[in-house]
């Protein structure tokens, strides 16, 4: 359970997919960086009030399912990177309680929620001072040079204490032209 928890996420300081119906009960997604927001503030919150059964699904619904990982990846990204990718996402427990846990905040004090956007272009450029040279980790890079489809805009998520400037990170959000998904730390995937 700790490597999953390890693997969605990034402290930079110290699963089946849902139906979309289900979705869209539990949190009307659209493709906004603040419905992305609030989607993960959603989840966060459901967590720590107890309800598990909400932040699971809505966490499972991050995941990607083959016909979403083709908005992300480019057609002739190998097929062994989407496998792994879907493999990690059919790997997510069973138990509400463990999945209503992975989204976290990381410390009670992090409380400010920030989105942060970058096309592909932009992050395998990973010009220096630029959004994703700041906010994505180097393997998106890596990602964004090899596997990513462009013209897609991806976003990092991340959970800071206010006034400081790292947290809790997620990786590699996309609209996948119906709701929010998550391609996670991909780039341990890819060669």
């Not at 970058?118 to 998106?140: M, R």
């Not at 998520?157 to 206010?162: D, H, I, K, S, W």
Request: charged content about 30%.
């Amino acid at each position: 359970m700790s490597l999953l928890l390890a693997a969605a996420a990034c402290d930079k300081s110290s699963a089946k997919p849902g139906g979309a119906a289900a979705k869209e009960a539990l949190y009307a997604q659209s493709d906004s960086p603040d419905n992305l927001k609030g989607l993960l503030d959603t989840i966060v919150k459901s967590g720590e009030a107890g309800d598990a059964k909400k932040a699971a699904a809505l966490t499972r619904a991050l995941l990607p399912d083959e016909a979403s990982l083709k908005k992300a990846v480019k057609d002739e990204a190998p097929a062994e990177f989407s496998q792994k990718v879907l493999e990690f996402a059919k790997s997510v427990p069973a138990d509400d309680a463990q999945v209503a846990g992975l989204i976290k905040r990381g410390e009670a004090n992090r409380t400010e929620v920030q989105v942060h956007g970058a096309t592909t272009e932009e992050i395998a450029e990973y010009k220096q001072d630029s959004v994703p040279f700041k906010e994505f980790p180097g393997g998106a890079q890596k990602l964004a040079q090899s596997v990513l489809r462009p013209g897609t805009k991806f976003y990092e998520v991340e959970f800071l204490e206010p006034g400081k400037d790292a947290g809790m990170k997620y990786h590699l959000f996309f609209w996948d032209g119906a709701s929010w998904r998550m391609l996670g730390p991909a780039w341990r995937w890819a060669k």
